[in-house]
């Protein structure tokens, strides 16, 4: 038969809700004070700035709110902590004595604690005064599930019974409980080496604490504490006799703070649940408010919006939204892609990041700096999802403009790489109709040259001799035209020989001078070093620069000037040609080196000068540029390389030559 002992059922018990307590009760004085100090949003005006209410004076020595507020790992709200911190119970007998009593101690190691710190200069010294109330903290959790327990171990005089209670109930002492519930409760690291040590008078494992000195004021408030008529351990030594009035006044302090019961006698648990019902519905309204202000701020934003903002300005629009919401001191917006710039190593790690975007697929984050409230969570924001899709619909449109503006770019780019191919295609095809017309005309235009020269000598009638003339004339211009028109199609390999360029210039614009003369064109010309030889193909540097100066002569009318300067050296070749004549259109531009387009009247010419000039330029290695203003004329630069002439065979000395010959008629003769 087996039998099940009581103690061992009670004990088991105690361990499992030790097990499952998560924080410590209220006191129901705080929970009174605090929602009667708390505005009603219910009752507020919208239109006003809520500020942080100010909490009554005695939270401060409630050790379930102080645990609150000393947590690390969770925002503190008064509201949500009235909604879900149940209340220390009523209680009678020795359970109530024990928890009064428990309570002004710790409330004295508070008030110790704090004086030493702010004598000492600490200038956080509430945090010294929190971890001081919460220095029993394994003892203040015995008591939150089973207060006479507590009167029983207040009990016992023997700090050994003590601790062999301690462990029987527990599993440990209630010092290693306390530091593990803090360290499972994310508490401040100076409650949790309070929790562990703060009956360690010699300091011994001070070194081992996150911060020894402020755990030794708190040591020391222990000491002060114990003399006090709350003391823990009856019957200790008064160890600080000089300092009785420094005692008195601790009392004092404790007395008025602690002026009632740690729980009063009208406490009920139907008071508890309607108090927490308030606060909850407190919390909802609060809640609401701040969702019809979200959805305000998000419809404002929309409305000031433009179908067109680029996603730079949206993001900025949107960042000054979010600052409006409860608990945001600062807010970004960053794009992912869209070659967004990225966030600043430097800057502090945001403490809330809320992805936006469709479908699985983020587009963007929002990035919240919260104000200390812990009212700042974007996942409970109301229009979080119209900013997803909002963000996800600037996102598509900026991408699509970006897609459009790629097949723009590579569009362009295919014709510019096809251009010059086109191009050449042209010339290929220019060249194979030239050589088949310049064979097949060239000798009927020979013919015809051949008799009217034959016919021109014997006669003797004007009429019949200007017909003559007027016949070899064109017949010359017709062979001319098939010339230039194999020379765009095929430009003759190059023959370079040393020339002065300035002197081409001089004698082109010599051959030239009665032309322009006839025109009424002023010719003017600004050359450099005149005896620069270069070494250079002196037919193409010729055809160019005729080229050049007879399309200025033609552009230009009546009254104008050509200005013709040059310069350069032996590796470079520089010369503009500048007119005052009509200029060039942007149509005329687009087709300005296209042979067989001129911008004259028909029967002026086939418009093979500028194509050839622009052959004879490219053959060369060089650049030909251009810029015209119409009505004021243009200006053409030319820039060609020059090249390095070869150097003469050096011959060699008769004794190498007996002595490279003398090998090979050994070998021969082998």
Known sequence: MRVHHPRVDSQTQLRRRLERLDALPLRPATARQVLGSLPDPALEDESADRETPKLPAAVETDPGWVLAQARETAAFDPLRLLTASPWWTSQSGPGADALNRLWRHAVAVQQAARRLARE??????????????????????????????????????????????????????????????????????????????????????????????????????????????????????????AAEPRLRVLIAEVQVRCASALVEHDATPHEERLTRANARLRLQVSQLRDGVAARDRFLQAFSESSPSDVPEVWAERAGHAWCGEAGV?????????????????????????IPLGERGQPCAEIHLWTDGTGRADGREHAPLGAWQAWASAVADRAGLGQRLEGVVRAYREHVERAEPAFRQAKLDALAEFAAG????????????????????????????????????????????????LMFVARVPEPRPRICQP????????????????????????????????????????????????????????????????????????????????????????????????????????LGLGLPRAARLVSQAGGELRWHSTPGQGSTFHVHLPLGTPPKPPVASAPNEREHDAGPARATNGT
């Open 502 to 605: 300035d002197e081409i210039v001089r004698n082109c614009l010599r051959d030239l001078k009665a032309e322009a003369e006839a025109r009424g064109i002023r010719l003017a010309f600004d050359c450099g070093d005149s005896a620069v030889r270069a070494w250079a193909d002196h037919d193409a540097l010729r055809q160019l620069f005729e080229t050049l100066l007879r399309n200025a002569l033609e552009a230009t009318s009546k009254g104008g000037k050509i200005q013709v300067t040059t310069s350069g050296d032996t590796a470079n070749l520089r010369w503009t040609i500048h007119d005052t004549g009509r200029g060039i259109s942007a149509t005329e531009g687009q087709h300005l080196f296209d042979p067989f387009y001129c911008g004259r009247q028909a029967g002026r010419g």
């Open 329 to 353: 001191a600062t807010a970004r917006v960053l794009w992912k892609g869209l070659d967004a710039p990225a966030p600043n190593a430097t800057e502090r790690s945001p403490e809330r990041v």
């Open 437 to 484: 017309a310049g064979h097949e005309l060239n000798n009927p235009l020979a013919v015809i040259v051949g008799r009217a020269q034959l016919l021109l000598v014997n006669e003797n009638d004007a009429g019949r001799l200007r017909s003559l003339r007027a016949i070899i004339a064109q017949a010359q211009r017709a062979h001319r035209i098939l010339r230039d």
């Open 120 to 241: 000492a200069g600490d200038p956080d010294s509430e945090r010294v005064a929190a971890a001081g109330l919460l220095h029993s903290l394994g003892l203040w959790s015995a008591a939150a599930v089973d207060p006479e327990w507590v009167a029983a171990w207040l009990a016992e005089e023997s700090h050994d019974r003590r601790r062999e209670l301690e462990t029987r109930t527990f599993g440990a002492e209630l010092t290693s409980l306390g530091r593990t519930l803090a360290e499972r409760w994310g508490c401040d690291p100076l409650v949790r080496d309070a929790a562990w040590l703060h009956a360690d008078r010699d300091g011994g494992l001070n070194r081992v604490a996150s911060d020894p000195t402020r755990l030794a004021w708190i040591q020391d408030a222990y000491a002060w504490a114990e003399q006090t008529p709350w003391a823990l351990f009856a019957g200790r030594s008064k160890e600080l006799s």
